[in-house]
């Protein structure tokens, strides 16, 4: 048994209403019986682009950057965002 307590830091940046670039950093360790069981850091960059008003087209890009037991490579990533 064990517990996950992840720790996520973005700062953003509005170039105008429609467009949001962002940076991301993420720190996961994983906490079990013997303590500090396993951890990754994840960092990477995105970006959001509203279509229209309640639909967001958003795309990023992660990598592993170090890890214990867990995290490795990187992730590409696009979706769309429905908001209402």
Not at 71 to 80: D, H, K, S, V
């Amino acid at each position: 048994t064990g517990v996950s307590t992840p720790f996520d830091l973005f700062i953003s940046y509005f170039p105008n209403k429609k467009v949001t670039i962002y940076l991301q950093s993420q720190f996961w360790p994983s906490i079990g019986n013997e303590g500090l069981s396993s951890y990754f850091v994840q960092e990477g960059l995105g970006l959001k682009y509203q279509i229209f008003k309640g639909v967001e087209l958003e795309t990023s890009y992660t990598m592993f950057v170090a890890g214990q037991e867990t995290g490795a490579g990187q992730t590409f990533n696009i979706g769309l965002r429905v908001l209402h």
